[in-house]
C-alpha cells in the first residue's frame, strides 16, 4: 500500500521504470498484507485492467512518463489542490459537529474528532474503489492465490483487508468500540420489513427525536415575579372626553392627572408621546432639574413612610411608657419592611433587605430593648421579645430566658400559664415528670403569694380562679399523657383538702396544711369515690380520740368482676393486638390502685407500680379554694372528668389544650329532634378512661362495674355538702347520665340492656324524688318525664309531667323552673305530631295556655278556645315587659328576672308558632333580642359565649338557640324557604362564634348548597376576626363532607372511585385550612387538630407525607397520647420506634412489648 493514496498507481503503471526509483519514496515497503481471499483478487485484477483516466467522481491514479515531467507537475499541483479542499472539507465538518452537539443535536454512534481523519479518508477511498470496479472491464492479470503477498505488488490503490485475528475487547464489552463503527443517522425509531403493529424494536441509548431546548415558563411564585409584583405599578387612567360619533384610530392613556398633556408636533403628530420620549427622539437628554426629581410614585411612598417613621420615634420619646405605642412600633416594622426600601443604602440592598426576615427580626427586637429600658415592669413587652427570640434563639436558651422572667414576676398567673405551655410543647426539653413538677412549683409558689407568704410580691386580682384553672389544666395534662391514676389522686386529694378539712388546720398557711394532709393520705383510709370514705376531719377526728371503727363489708359487693380477655384473637397482626389490649387496660386500670385490708393486701402485691400514687406526686398541686363557687366548680369538673354531663365547660385558656375527640360533630339527634335533642356536651373534651380511634362511639356508654360504683360513690359523698340548687343541679346531673346511656342503648339498638338500663335509670329518679328537698324540683321531674317518654311509655310520662305542673299551685310565669317543665312538655307533644294541622288546638298550646292561668293546672280534655289563646297572649307580653323592665334596673331583682327570661322568651316563641304561625315567632324573637341589645349591652362590647353561667350572653344566647330550633323543625315538617335560617344562623354565629350547635346547623345547611362561595367566604371572615377555635374546626369539617360527597357521586356501587370531577381543589383546600388554623397558639397545641390532619391525610394515602406532619404534631403536642396511639394505627411498621418515643418521653405504657410476647406464648 502506497502511502499516499493519491499516489497509489504511479509505481503500477507500465513503463515506469525511471519514474519508480524518483517515487520510491510515495511507497511504504514496510506494510505487509496478510492472505487476501480469492474474491478480493478478482476484485483487484479488474480494477488494474481498467483505469479510467476522465472519471471526474473518482481519484484516477497518475501515469508517470518519463519524457514528460511537465504532466507529472501539473498533476501534482492538481493533488496538492485537492488535498487543501479535503483539508477544509475536514474543517467545515468538525466545525458543523460542534454546532451541531452544541444545539444539543447528537448521532446515534459518534466517532472522536481526531481519530476521524483517517477513517474518513479510508472510507472514500473504498468507495472510489467500488465505482472503479463497476466501470472497469474483466482483464487478465497474474494469478494471485491465497499465500500472503507484498502490499505494494498488488496494483490497486482500493484494497480490503481480512483480519482474522479474534479481538478480546469483544468478550470484554457490550457492543463494538465506537470508533471502528461508521457513522450515521437514524430516521425515526422504526426499522424497516418489520409489521409496526405487531413489532416494534427498543433501541438503546439515546433518542434521534430532537431535544428543543424551549425556553421554561416561570410561574407567579417564582422568585422573580413575585418581586416583579411587590413593585408597585404606576396608576394611568383614561382621558375623560365626550364620545364621538367618529372611529378612533387608538385608546388614548394619559399617565395621571396632574400631568400636561404633550404637545402635537412632527415628531409626536399623533401626541402619544410623553415629553421624555419626545427629547429622545430629538436627540436631546432632561433637563438638570427634571433629572435630579426622583420618580414621584416611590418618593412619595417613601416619603409617607419616613413620616411614620419620625411620628412614632417622636411618640415614643414624648410617652416611652406607653406600652400599646411601642407594640404598635413594633408591628409597624412589616408594613415598612415590605415596601421600597427605606433604608437601603446601596443598589442592590433595597431586594436584599425587603425578604431578610432575619433584619426584620433584629430591628424589631432592637425596639422591643429600647421599650423595656423604658419600662422594665412590663411583663408584655418581655413575653413579646421572648416569643420574637424563639426564632433564632436555642431552646435551652430561651428557657433561661424564661426563668429569669418568671424569677422577676412570680405572681403573674398570665405569665405562668405560657410558661407551663411553652416548657410542655418543647419536645426536645419534655419529659412528663420534669412538666408534671413544674405544675406542682407553679401551684405552690402561687399559694405561697396568696397567703402573703411572699412578701415581695402581693397577689394579683384573679389569683385564686387562675390558679383553679392551672389545676383543671395540669389533670388533662395527666390525663392525656395516659397517668389517669396521678389525675384521679388530684381530685380526690383536692376534695378532702376543700371539703373535709378539720377545723384546727383552716387558719395555717397552705404549705403548713399540706404538712398536715400528708399523713392521712399515707394512712391508707378510703378516699372519695372508694367505699367507705369518710374524709380528712373523720380520720383526724378519730385520730384525736384514739382507733378508727372497721366496719364489715357487705358480701354481697365481693363478688369479683369477671375480667375481660385481653387477647381475644391472636391471629391478628402484633399491632393491633397490643393497640386493643393497650386501650382495654387504659379503660379498666384508670383509679388508683389501692391495697384491699379485707383480702389482706400489700403495697407489693399490685403487679403495676405505676398505679400507685404516693403523696410527692400529688403534695404541691394542692391549692385552697375559699369561693363557694370555685368549690362547687370543683365537684362540677370532677363528674365532667369522669364522664358525667354535669355542663362544666374547662376554662378557655386550657379548653382547646384538653380537646381531643371530635365529639363536637357529632349531634346526630339534633337533625331528628330539633326540639328536644340531648346532647351531652363535652365539647370534644373525652372523658378518663377513653382513649378511642377518632371517630368512634357517639353516646357515652359509662364505665365498667367498679367505675360505675366509683361514680355512685362521689355522689354520695358529694351531695350532702350542698343545698338548694347546686344539690338540685349535682342529682340532675346524675340523673342525666344515667339518661345518656339510655340514649347510647337506643342507638345501638341493644335491646337487652335498654331494658335493664331503664329499669335502673326510673329508680334512681325514684329515689332522688323521695328525698324531701327534691320533691318539689322541677328539673328532676322534668327529666323523669323525659326518661319515661324515651322509653316509648308516652301516656306514664304525660302523668308525671301533669303531676308535676299541678304541684306549682299560682306561681305562673315567675318559676323558671316550672317554663322549662312545661316548655319540654310542649315540645314533646309537638314533635310527636306528623303535621301542624291540629296544633293550634292541640296539648302542647293548652299545657303553654294553662302555664299563664292563676287557676290550678288540669289535664288536657279537648280543644282549646280562642278566649283562651288571647288571653295567654296577653299574659306573655305583660310578663314579658316586666321582665323587661325589672333587668333596666339592678340589684337582686334584676339578676332574678334574668335568670326567667329566657325561659319565658322561649315559651312565648313556641306558643306563638303554634298559634299564629313561624313569623309570628319570629318577629317575636328579632323584637326581644333587638331590645336586650340596645338597652343591656353597651356599644363596642365584644359578647363571650359562657355556658356555665346564666348571664345576659347566655340568655341571649338561649334565645337564639330556641329560634334556630323552630326554623329547623317547620322546615321539617312543610315547606319554607332556607334563607331565613341562613340569615339568622350567620347573625348568630357573628356574636357567638364558639357554639358548637351553631356551627353544627350552619355546616349542615350549607352542605346542601350546591355552591361553596359563600360559605367559604363566610368562614374566611369568622376566622379573621374570631379567636376561638370552633371556625376552623367547623370550617374544616365543612370541606370534607363536600369532599365526601362528590366520592360518594363518583363511586359506582359502592366500589373504587372514578375520578370524573377533579376533586384536588377540595384536598389542596382542607390542607390550607388545617394549616392555617395551627398557625395560632390555640390551634398549634390543639391534640384533636393534628388528630384530624394526620386522619385525613392517610385518607389520602400519603404515608410519607402523613409521617411528616405526626412529627410535626409531636413538636407541638408532645404530652398526647392518642397522637401516640393513632401513629401506631396509621404506621403499624413503626410500632416499636413509638414505644420507645413513648419511653422516653415518660408517657404512660400500660403493656410493653415483652409482656405481649409471653401473652402471645401463652
Not at 406607653?322 to 412589616?334: E, G, K, R, S, T
Not at 413587652?381 to 428557657?399: D, G, Q
Not at 372508694?530 to 357487705?554: L, S, Y
Amino acid at each position: 500500500m502506497a502511502l499516499f493514496p493519491a499516489f497509489a498507481g504511479v509505481g503500477e503503471a507500465p513503463g515506469s521504470g525511471g519514474s519508480r526509483k524518483e517515487l520510491d519514496w510515495l511507497s511504504n515497503p514496510s506494510f505487509c498484507v496478510g492472505t487476501i481471499t480469492s474474491s478480493l483478487n478478482q476484485q483487484t485484477k479488474e480494477a488494474t485492467a481498467f483505469v479510467s483516466e476522465g472519471s471526474t467522481l473518482t481519484r484516477s491514479p497518475l501515469k508517470s512518463e518519463p519524457s514528460d515531467e511537465s504532466d507529472t507537475n501539473k498533476k501534482l499541483a492538481q493533488i496538492s489542490r485537492k488535498k487543501k479542499k479535503e483539508k477544509k472539507k475536514k474543517r467545515k465538518h468538525q466545525h458543523y459537529k460542534k454546532t451541531k452537539r452544541k444545539h444539543g443535536q447528537s448521532s446515534s454512534s459518534e466517532s472522536e474528532p481526531d481519530t476521524d481523519s483517517g477513517e474518513d479518508r479510508s472510507c472514500r477511498s473504498i468507495r472510489s474503489s467500488q465505482k472503479e470496479s463497476e466501470k472497469a472491464s474483466h482483464g487478465n492479470n497474474a494469478d494471485v492465490g491465497h499465500h500472503s503477498i507484498w502490499l505494494e505488488d498488488i496494483q490497486t490503490g482500493e484494497i480490503f483487508r481480512t483480519d482474522k485475528k479474534p479481538d478480546p475487547a469483544n468478550w470484554e464489552y457490550k457492543s463494538l468500540y465506537r470508533g471502528d463503527i461508521a457513522r450515521y443517522k437514524r430516521k425515526g425509531d422504526s426499522c424497516l420489513g418489520i409489521n409496526s403493529k405487531k413489532q416494534c424494536i427498543s433501541w438503546e441509548g439515546v433518542s434521534t427525536a430532537k431535544k428543543h431546548s424551549h425556553k421554561h415558563v416561570e410561574r407567579y411564585f417564582t422568585k422573580k415575579n413575585v418581586g416583579l409584583m411587590n413593585i408597585d405599578g404606576v396608576a394611568v387612567t383614561s382621558k375623560t372626553e365626550p364620545p364621538s360619533s367618529e372611529p378612533v384610530l387608538f385608546i388614548p392613556v394619559k399617565d395621571s392627572d396632574n400631568v400636561a398633556a404633550p404637545v402635537t408636533t412632527w415628531l409626536n403628530p399623533l401626541g402619544i408621546y410623553d415629553q421624555s420620549t419626545t427629547q429622545w427622539l430629538q436627540g436631546q437628554g432632561p433637563s438638570e432639574q427634571e433629572s435630579k426629581q426622583p420618580d414621584s410614585q416611590p418618593d412619595r411612598e417613601t416619603a409617607v413612610l419616613k413620616a411614620k417613621v419620625e411620628e412614632f420615634n417622636r411618640k415614643v420619646r414624648e410617652n416611652p411608657r406607653d406600652i400599646q405605642l411601642w407594640m404598635a412600633f413594633v408591628a409597624f416594622q412589616d408594613e415598612v419592611m415590605k415596601s421600597p426600601g427605606l433604608y437601603a443604602i446601596e443598589e442592590g440592598e433595597q431586594e436584599k433587605r425587603k425578604k431578610s426576615l432575619k433584619l426584620v427580626l433584629e430591628k424589631k427586637l432592637a425596639i422591643l430593648e429600647r421599650a423595656i429600658e423604658s419600662n422594665q415592669s412590663s411583663v408584655d413587652l418581655k413575653l413579646a421579645k421572648l416569643k420574637l427570640c424563639a426564632e433564632f434563639w436555642e431552646p435551652s436558651t430561651l428557657v433561661k430566658e424564661w426563668q429569669k422572667l418568671i424569677f422577676l414576676h412570680p405572681n403573674n398567673t398570665a405569665l405562668w400559664q405560657k410558661y407551663l405551655l411553652f416548657c410542655q410543647s418543647q419536645f426536645s426539653t419534655f419529659s412528663v415528670s420534669k412538666i408534671h413538677s413544674l405544675y406542682g412549683k407553679c401551684l405552690s409558689t402561687l399559694s405561697a403569694v396568696k397567703d402573703g407568704s411572699m412578701l415581695s410580691h402581693p397577689a394579683l386580682p384573679g389569683t385564686e380562679e387562675a390558679m383553679f384553672a392551672l389545676f383543671l389544666q395540669q389533670c388533662h395534662f395527666l390525663r392525656q399523657a395516659g397517668h389517669s391514676e396521678k389525675a384521679i389522686s388530684l381530685f380526690q386529694a383536692m376534695i378532702d383538702f376543700t371539703f373535709f378539712k378539720p377545723d384546727s388546720v383552716k387558719d395555717l398557711p397552705t404549705k403548713v396544711q399540706v404538712e398536715f394532709f400528708e399523713p392521712f393520705w399515707d394512712s391508707g383510709e378510703p378516699r372519695p369515690g372508694e367505699k367507705g370514705a369518710r374524709g380528712w376531719r373523720a380520720w383526724m377526728h378519730q385520730q384525736e380520740w384514739g382507733g378508727w371503727v372497721v366496719i364489715n363489708p357487705d358480701e354481697d359487693d365481693d363478688e369479683p368482676e369477671e375480667d375481660e380477655e385481653e387477647i381475644r384473637d391472636k391471629t391478628l397482626p402484633r399491632w393491633q393486638i397490643w393497640l386493643a389490649a393497650e386501650r382495654s387496660r387504659d379503660q379498666r386500670h384508670w383509679r388508683p390502685w389501692r391495697p384491699d385490708k379485707t383480702k389482706k393486701q400489700t403495697e407489693e402485691d399490685c403487679e403495676d407500680p405505676e398505679r400507685q400514687v404516693l403523696f410527692d406526686d400529688i403534695g404541691q398541686s394542692l391549692i385552697r379554694l375559699s369561693s363557694q363557687d370555685l368549690q362547687f366548680q370543683l365537684i362540677e369538673a370532677f363528674l365532667q372528668f369522669l364522664g358525667v354531663p354535669s355542663g362544666f365547660i374547662p376554662p378557655a385558656s386550657c379548653l382547646y389544650l384538653a380537646m381531643d375527640e371530635n365529639s363536637v360533630f357529632d349531634n346526630g339527634l339534633y337533625e331528628e329532634k330539633p326540639l328536644t335533642f340531648f346532647s351531652p356536651s363535652f365539647s370534644g373534651v373525652s372523658c378518663v378512661g377513653h382513649l378511642e380511634r377518632l371517630g368512634g362511639p357517639r353516646w357515652v356508654k359509662g364505665h365498667n362495674r367498679e367505675g360505675e360504683e366509683f361514680i355512685r360513690n362521689v355522689f354520695h359523698l358529694v351531695m350532702p355538702l350542698f343545698s338548694g340548687k347546686q344539690k338540685s343541679q349535682l342529682c340532675f346531673s346524675w340523673l342525666r347520665y344515667e339518661i345518656a346511656k339510655v340514649i347510647w342503648c337506643l342507638q345501638t339498638k341493644n335491646k337487652k340492656r335498654l331494658k335493664s338500663q331503664g329499669k335502673n335509670c326510673k329508680k334512681l329518679a325514684k329515689n332522688l324524688l323521695k328525698e324531701p328537698e327534691n320533691r318539689n324540683s322541677f328539673c328532676l321531674w322534668k327529666q323523669y318525664a323525659h326518661l319515661e317518654w324515651l322509653l316509648g311509655n308516652i301516656e306514664d310520662a304525660r302523668k308525671v309531667f301533669d303531676t308535676a305542673v299541678s304541684m306549682a299551685g299560682n306561681s305562673e310565669l315567675k318559676d323558671r323552673e316550672l317554663c322549662e317543665l312545661s316548655l319540654l312538655y310542649a315540645e314533646l307533644e309537638v314533635e310527636l305530631l306528623q303535621d301542624l294541622r291540629g296544633a293550634a288546638t292541640g296539648r302542647a298550646v293548652h299545657v303553654l295556655t294553662r302555664l299563664t292561668e292563676s287557676s290550678p293546672y288540669g289535664p288536657y280534655t279537648g280543644q282549646v278556645l280562642a278566649t283562651q289563646v288571647l288571653k295567654a297572649r296577653k299574659a306573655y307580653e305583660h310578663a314579658l315587659q316586666d321582665c323587661l323592665g325589672e333587668n333596666c334596673a339592678s340589684g337582686p331583682a334584676a339578676a332574678d328576672s334574668l335568670e326567667c327570661l329566657s325561659s319565658l322568651v322561649k315559651c312565648f316563641m313556641l306558643f306563638q308558632y303554634l298559634t299564629v304561625g313561624i313569623d309570628a315567632a319570629a318577629r317575636t324573637y328579632e323584637q326581644l333580642f333587638a331590645k336586650l341589645k340596645v338597652s343591656l349591652v353597651p356599644e363596642g362590647l365584644v359578647l363571650e359565649h359562657s355556658a356555665s353561667s346564666q348571664s345576659l350572653t347566655s340568655v341571649l344566647e338561649a334565645i337564639t338557640l330556641m329560634h334556630i330550633s323552630l326554623l329547623r323543625f317547620h322546615m321539617k315538617v312543610s315547606v319554607y324557604p332556607l334563607t331565613p335560617l341562613r340569615e339568622a344562623l350567620s347573625e348568630a354565629l357573628k356574636l357567638y362564634p364558639g357554639n358548637q350547635v351553631l356551627w353544627w346547623s350552619y355546616v349542615q345547611i350549607q352542605n346542601k348548597s350546591h355552591s361553596a362561595s359563600k360559605t367559604r367566604r363566610f368562614f374566611d371572615a369568622i376566622t379573621r376576626s374570631a379567636k376561638p377555635l370552633e371556625p376552623w374546626l367547623f370550617a374544616i369539617e365543612a370541606e370534607k363532607m363536600r369532599k365526601r360527597l362528590v366520592e360518594t357521586v363518583q363511586r359506582v356501587d359502592g366500589r373504587e372511585i372514578h375520578a370524573t370531577i377533579p376533586e384536588t381543589g377540595l384536598t389542596h383546600r382542607i390542607r390550607a385550612l388545617f394549616e392555617n388554623a395551627m398557625r395560632s397558639d390555640s390551634g398549634s397545641q390543639c391534640p384533636l387538630l393534628w388528630r384530624m390532619y394526620l386522619n385525613f391525610l392517610v385518607s389520602l394515602g400519603n404515608k410519607e407525607r402523613s409521617k411528616g406532619v405526626f412529627y410535626k404534631a409531636l413538636q407541638n403536642c408532645p404530652w398526647a397520647k392518642v397522637l401516640y396511639l393513632d401513629a401506631v394505627e396509621y404506621f403499624p411498621n413503626e410500632l416499636q420506634e413509638t414505644l420507645d418515643l413513648m419511653a422516653e418521653k415518660e408517657l404512660r405504657v400500660r403493656l410493653p412489648l415483652e409482656e405481649l410476647e409471653l401473652l402471645l406464648e401463652d
